[in-house]
Nanobody
Framework: QVQLIESGGGSVQFGESLTLSCVAS????????AGWFRQVPDKEKEGIAS???????SYPDSVQGRFTISRDNTANTMYLQMDNLNLEDTAMYYC???????????????????????RGQGTMVTVSL
């Protein structure tokens, strides 16, 4: 069973960039539909990026063009490059893995709609003016 550990969160200013990392152990990330979701207290979880076993990626409109998900199979690590951050991006960010078939069907929506194979502990991102 895969285990995930995120890192890279922090406090940045409006318009700046940040990269989150997610190191996997126990299994290869490329065997899963992998990605990221975020959550603000008292709000619904929001899927923000997915990468499938074939490296196909998907994003919702809220982050399309600003966020980029990638995976390094050698390092068994996934990344989320976040550019042009705005105040609405402030949230706890989680990396997640789900059964591989879901990426093709649900893409970034996978991680808030299906039982997860694994989820990291979360890393906080705070954007301020």
């Amino acid at each position: 069973q895969v285990q995930l550990i995120e890192s890279g969160g922090g406090s940045v200013q409006f318009g700046e960039s940040l990269t989150l990392s997610c190191v996997a152990s126990g299994d290869d990330l490329e065997n899963y539909c992998a990605g990221w979701f975020r959550q603000v207290p008292d709000k619904e979880k929001e899927g923000i990026a997915s990468i499938g076993p074939d490296s196909t990626t998907s994003y919702p409109d809220s982050v399309q063009g600003r966020f980029t998900i990638s995976r390094d199979n050698t390092a068994n690590t996934m990344y989320l490059q976040m550019d042009n951050l705005n105040l609405e991006d402030t949230a706890m960010y989680y990396c997640a893995a789900a059964p591989r078939e879901f990426c093709a069907v649900m893409g970034w929506g996978t991680f808030t709609n299906v039982p997860l194979s694994a989820r990291g502990q979360g890393t906080m991102v705070t954007v301020s003016l």
